[in-house]
């Protein structure tokens, strides 16, 4: 029931120099009391007077604190239902554009091995006249592989002990001639080197120690090829070096007569 008015009555009272606690005590206690409570009172209402409207606007606040918190909970709850979508909007992309550079790697992939395949037919192509001539060439080696044989194992056989005169006079004046006679086909100029003998084959034996030379070469093919064992002539030790050199890894013993 305090009011303004009120305070303002007693105002007065209070500029009293009398008007003191100490001055009350010496009268009687209760009005010690009294005015203790009348001054507390009229500062209680200067304070309340203040304290009321903060009172009332936090009431005010926290009422709109509740409003907005309840906005918050349920835009919270839309932005997570948002976020939910967008995730598997963000899934569905990501796996999208996962197969998007699979495809685009396959394409590349693909498109390297055309070019390369387009490149393969390219130089391919020029090869077809030759690869043409060679299929025609080889059934024509076809036709004549048995005197081609008959040939090289004539010479594996017959011609060790001779020199290369004999040796092509066996060949071309009596074998081939006998070859024609019967009909049997063979290669003109029949290189038996080549046939016998690939050139790395040859070229160790040259750093074995063997002559580059065409009956050398002959020897060795009879020595390393003929089934029957090999009697040299070799005045010069050639073939013996050549021998020993070859051999020198098979643990090969030599009796010095």
Not at 1 to 6: D, G, K, P, V
Not at 26 to 35: M, Q
Not at 70 to 83: G, P, R, Y
Not at 240 to 249: G, L
């Amino acid at each position: 029931s305090i009011n303004e008015e009120t305070v303002e009555l007693l105002q007065p009272y209070f500029n009293m120099e009398d008007y003191t606690l100490e001055y009350g005590k010496k009268v009687c206690g209760n009005v010690a009391g009294l005015l203790s409570w009348t001054q507390a009172m009229a500062i209680f209402y200067g304070v309340n007077r203040e304290v009321l409207p903060l009172q009332a606007n936090l009431a005010k606040q926290e009422g709109h604190l509740k409003i907005a918190n309840a906005e918050l909970a349920k835009a919270q709850e839309t932005l997570d239902e948002k976020q939910a979508e967008l995730d598997k909007v963000q899934a569905k992309f990501d796996a999208v554009m996962k197969e998007k550079m699979d495809l685009l790697n396959d394409a590349e992939t693909c498109r390297r091995k055309m070019k390369a395949a387009s490149a393969l037919i390219d130089g391919l192509s020029g090869e077809k006249v030759r690869w043409t001539q060679q299929s025609k060439e080889f059934k024509s080696q076809i036709k004549r592989l048995v005197g081609d044989v008959l040939l090289c194992t004539g010479f594996l056989s017959y011609c060790g002990p001779f020199n290369q005169n004999f040796r092509k006079l066996l060949l071309k004046d009596l074998w081939e001639a006998e070859m024609r006679a019967h009909k049997i086909p063979f290669s003109e100029n029949l290189n038996l080197i080549s046939v016998l003998v690939d050139p790395p084959t040859i070229n160790e034996w040259n750093l074995q120690g063997l002559p580059g030379d065409d009956l050398s070469i002959q020897n060795g093919i009879i020595v390393t090829k003929a089934t029957r064992y090999p009697l040299l002539v070799d005045p010069q030790t050639q073939g013996k070096s050549w021998i020993k050199k070859k051999e020198q890894d098979n643990d090969l013993q030599v009796n010095s007569v």
